[in-house]
């Protein structure tokens, strides 16, 4: 029983934290009841949901009571706020102070401030902020966009200036309209008080001056257009200053009006509407006073003046009376009054003296009276008066205090509005400052993160591409390399292929030259001697430039054949024949044997000598071969044969005489020989240069 | 051409002969007639000096190549 006693009470607590001193009284009497009551499990569980359900019910309904209660409840119970959402409805989070500050905030924006629009921009986050985070209720209040406040504060702003435009505007209205009657009241006023002026001068001017008939009726006559002027002035100052009056009072109503919708800067201009009233009405006032007292001295000068009249209209009927034939005009006729009318006359003007004498008499005694009685009429307008000008001038001073009060009102609260703008604008720029701080350690972080990962991309990126730069240019270098190698290649093939064409070029020329030799040696007829070799043999020099050898050889050509030819085999052989008869003639002769005597032997011999036309010469010369006709017949063998240079040879042998008749021909065989052996010589080469320089397909 | 030298030295000889021999004899004609009244023996001297003449002229030619201190005009 303990135990659930305990338990009870340990529920009320649990659920009423901050529970009345009486609900939690209520609770542990009814825990303590059940306690007492209940004895089985089931009673005790009757008694443990009563208990429960008492602290919650009295929870709950402490909670729709105080706020307070209800947000702490919230706030330290979790699935509180939605029971209790659930039971009373949602918190009631629009009610209460942070509201009333907006509202003032959004309907008192100074007017020429933008910050301070922001300044309300501000504050009213700051504001929702703070109510969400001190009311803690269960609805969360979201905070406005800012576009939403400022167009909401713009739009106040436009109604505010909409209204104040339409209050200044009727002000400025009805001011002038008031101005303008005022004004126009005020030379009213001050038309007439002219025209009393002048009325009153003219008055007196008629009353108090002696002046011929004519003039005295123009001066009445100038009274009575005065006097009509005066009235026509001061109907139509009534009417201006009734008007002005209306047109005053309309400006107050419209000023109370303006007052009424109470917009703070309509202000000033309603200030200034009620000073210029007040001034207005002080001006409106003075006149009019100024216009009562010409009135009243009008009045006295009237009053004198009818008086002076009636006296003068007595007169005038005593006059009458006693003289009935004198006019009215009495002043102009002195001329044609006779005696009894003029003895009459200063009868009546003795009794009248007496009558005035005494009527003076009476007067001064009853002088003291009369002013006393004045004095106290006097005294009785003079308080009257007094007291009127003591209430206008109360009044016009009470405005005035007012309206300086006003004045000062105003001023206090514009700085005030400065003081408030001033803290404002220092909370704002403190907030600035603040964001502005952590957006630059914002920046510098951000800056520092991107500046890295930038730089890593971009190295990343450019040993990329240092890599494919190097790879290319390896490429290309190899490309090139190759390239080059292959030029080079080709053309070194091409060189050599040049050179080898040029040699081949030059062996050809050579070769050429040499056949031109050789058929030059070939041009040798019968009798004359072939052509100049020279030429040939100049082609043949100039086609072998580089070959020391050919060049050798050409130049080896002999003088003789480049000069003037050679003789072909043929004619030298034909030579040898008519040679050799000769020379067998000439056999025996020589240095020692030379007489006629030996030329006639030598003859006989000749003639009587038969040896072999032709005969094979032996491979080697004995001395008994050396003879002149076996020779010779070697030689014709060899010529045969067509070896001119054994032939030569043998011919060589010969001597005395004979050989010198043979001599030219042995020259010329020799030249022959000479020349053919370089010819060949040099065909031989050119042969082989070509062969070498020849290439197989 | 050497070969043709003999030729025209005989030439020469020849002439040479033909022409002293007839001058021998026209000198001996001339002198046989002027002087010796008509012998033969001038003719014939004279003749015979000019055959001598020709033959010693002509074997002079013929050996002048031989003959050291003599320059060789022809060849």
Redesign the interface.
């Known amino acids: 029983m303990l135990r659930v006693c305990l338990r009870g009470v340990k529920a009320t607590a649990r659920v009423g934290l901050c529970s009345t001193v009486s609900c939690h009284v209520g609770v542990s009497l009814l825990s303590s009841v059940t306690c007492s009551l209940a004895q089985g499990a089931a009673e005790m569980v009757v008694a443990g949901l009563l208990t429960v359900s008492g602290g919650v019910g009295g929870t709950i309904l402490y909670a729709k009571w105080d706020h307070k209660f209800r947000a702490a409840v919230e706030k330290n119970v979790p699935y509180s706020e939605w029971l209790l959402g659930l039971a009373l409805g949602p918190a009631p989070q629009d009610t209460g102070l942070p509201i009333k500050k907006r509202v003032s905030v959004c309907l008192y924006p100074p007017e020429d401030c933008k910050e301070c629009n922001d300044h309300t921009v501000a504050m009213e986050p700051t504001a929702v902020l703070q109510k969400t985070d001190s009311a803690g209720t269960a609805e969360p209040l979201t905070e406005r966009p800012v576009e939403e406040v400022a167009a909401r504060l713009a739009q106040q702003d436009q109604e505010e200036n909409n209204v104040v435009a339409s209050v200044s505007a009727s002000l400025e209205d009805s001011l002038a309209s008031s101005a303008q009657a005022t004004l126009q009241a005020i030379g009213a006023q001050e038309a007439a008080l002219q025209a009393i002026g002048q009325h009153t001068h003219k008055l007196k001017e008629a009353m108090e001056a002696e002046a011929p008939s004519e003039e005295k009726s123009t001066q009445w006559k100038d009274l009575e257009t005065a006097l009509a002027d005066r009235t026509t002035s001061m109907n139509v100052a009534k009417t201006a200053l009734l008007k002005a009056n209306e047109a005053l009072d309309s400006l107050k109503s419209v000023i109370d009006k303006s007052k009424g919708l109470k917009v703070a800067a309509a202000r000033p201009l309603i200030l200034a509407a009620e000073e210029n009233l007040h001034k207005m009405v002080v001006d409106l006032d003075k006149v009019v006073s100024k216009v009562q007292s010409a009135e009243s001295e009008a009045k006295i000068v009237a009053q004198y003046s009818e008086l002076v009249n009636e006296a003068k209209q007595q007169f005038h009927r005593e006059v009458s009376s006693l003289t009935p034939e004198i006019q009215a005009n009495w002043k102009g006729l002195t001329g044609k009054l006779s005696t009894d009318d003029l003895n009459a006359l200063i009868a009546h003007a003795h009794r009248r003296i007496d009558k005035l004498n005494r009527e003076l008499a009476e007067q001064r005694v009853r002088e003291q009276i009369h002013i006393d009685a004045a004095l106290e009429q006097q005294k009785l307008e003079d308080q009257k008066a007094l007291e009127k000008a003591v209430g206008t001038a109360l009044q016009h001073v009470k405005e005035e205090a007012r309206l300086e009060q006003e004045k000062k009102l105003a001023e206090l609260r514009e700085v005030i509005e400065a003081e408030m703008r001033t803290q404002l604008r220092r909370q704002a720029a403190a907030h600035t400052d603040h964001v502005r701080d952590v957006l630059k350690v914002q920046e510098q972080e951000l800056k520092a993160e991107a500046e890295q990962v930038l730089s890593s991309k971009m190295l990343e990126q450019e040993t990329r591409y240092r890599q494919l730069t190097q790879e290319q240019l390896d490429n290309f270098t190899l490309d090139m390399n190759a390239a080059y190698a292959r030029l080079k290649g080709v053309e070194e093939a091409i060189d050599s292929h040049v050179e080898a064409e040029e040699e081949a070029r030059k062996a050809h020329q050579l070769w050429l030259s040499v056949e031109a030799l050789n058929y030059t040696l070939k041009t040798a007829s019968a009798e004359s001697p072939s052509m100049p070799l020279e030429d040939a043999a100049e082609a043949v020099r100039a086609s072998c430039v580089d070959s020391d050898f050919a060049l050798a050889l050409a130049s080896a050509l002999p003088e003789k054949s480049l000069k003037r030819g050679v003789y072909s085999e043929a004619s030298l052989r034909a ?1 040898f024949y ?2 050799r008869s ?2 067998r ?2 056999a025996l ?3 020692s044997h ?3 005597y030996q ?1 006639f032997l030598s003859y006989i011999q000749a003639a009587l000598l038969f040896e072999s036309q032709q005969e094979a010469p032996p491979t080697q010369l004995h001395s008994e071969d050396l003879d002149a006709f076996k020779l010779l017949s070697y030689a014709s063998y060899c010529l045969e044969h067509g070896d001119l240079e054994l032939a030569a040879k043998l011919v060589n042998q010969l001597r005395g ?1 004979a050989r ?6 042995l020259t010329e065989a020799r030249l022959t020989l000479e020349t053919r052996q370089v010819a060949s010589l040099l065909s031989a080469y050119a042969n082989a240069v070509g062969l070498g320089t020849t290439q197989a397909p | ?3 043709k ?3 025209k030295k005989w030439d020469r000889c020849l002439a040479d002969g033909v022409t002293k021999l007839g001058t021998g004899l026209g000198l001996g004609i001339v002198f046989s007639v002027l002087f010796f009244k008509r012998r033969t023996w001038p003719i014939t001297l004279f003749s015979g000096a000019g055959l001598g003449m020709a ?1 010693a002229n ?2 002079n030619d ?2 002048s ?2 003959l050291l201190h003599r320059s060789e005009k022809e060849q």
């Open positions: 030579r008519s040679m000769l020379a003639r000439v002769i020589d240095e030379n007489t006629l030329y005489e010198r008749v043979v001599e030219d021909w | 051409m050497s070969e030298e003999l030729g033959y002509c074997q013929l050996r190549h031989y």
